[in-house]
């Protein structure tokens, strides 16, 4: 079974660009999580849907960040305009029910360079 | 103060030691600890799960709570270069699904 799939893997860009990360989830799940990573912050988490709603966006962290989930196997994170501060990598997870036994399945990353 | 607290490392260690990985957290209300595995430019993965005090284990694994002190700990016996990776604990706010990640430490087995 395919795990979660982000793109792109790699995404480097210029600031002001608009910056477009795409995560496909584990079939069947209905809880999708969008995190960034840093060295200085680790890991953190964005914003995260239920049944494609969106239920907390209180780690977007600024209005140049928004998510959306328009079916149940495809969300986007995008950043317009990206800022060199937004480097980082950024992962999508999913699960099921979202119960601490049910584990958050992550994908790859997408590592995100803003020049 | 952040809720959860992790020496980032490196720990260094020679194949076969017994290694200890630990965190702190601040908010006695948690209930659900978890740790996951992160291998270089990867995703995290979860190892192990519990709630509330005590002790689980998995093979080579053994995670540990201790609610008193608020303190949290992953041990590996038998250590193998292949258990070299980052480790982070994690803790799930049961109200809202969160998940709140320490730091991580990273962990390498030389053979």
């Known amino acids: 079974d395919a795990g979660v799939i982000q793109s792109p893997r790699h995404e480097v860009t210029e600031m002001g660009q608009e910056v477009t990360l795409r995560c496909k989830p584990i079939?069947?799940?209905?809880?999708l999580f969008w995190y960034r990573q840093t060295m200085m912050r680790g890991l953190e988490l964005l914003i995260y849907?239920?049944?494609?709603?969106?239920?907390?966006d209180s780690g977007m962290p600024e209005d140049r960040f928004s998510a959306k989930m328009p079916n149940a196997s495809f969300s986007t994170l995008k950043i317009q305009p990206s800022e060199p501060r937004d480097s980082a990598v950024y992962f999508c997870?999913?699960?099921?029910?979202?119960?601490?036994?049910?584990?958050?399945?992550f994908g790859d990353g997408t590592r995100l360079s803003i020049l | 103060q952040k809720e959860v607290e992790q020496d980032p490392g490196p720990l260094s260690v020679p194949e076969g030691a017994i290694v200890s990985l630990n965190c702190t957290y601040s908010n006695s209300a948690f209930q659900y600890f978890m740790w996951y595995r992160q291998y270089s430019r990867k995703g995290p993965e979860l190892l192990m799960y519990t709630y509330s005090s005590g002790n689980k284990e998995d093979g080579r694994f053994t995670a540990q709570v201790d609610k008193s002190s608020k303190y949290i700990s992953l041990f590996i016996r038998d250590s193998q270069p292949s258990d070299s990776a980052t480790y982070l604990c994690a803790i799930l706010m049961d109200s809202s699904y969160k998940l709140i990640f320490g730091s991580g430490t990273r962990l390498l087995v030389r053979p």
């Open positions: 079939s069947g799940h209905d809880y």
């Open positions: 997870a999913s699960s099921l029910r979202g119960s601490f036994n049910q584990p958050q399945h």
């Open positions: 849907f239920n049944n494609n709603v969106p239920i907390d």
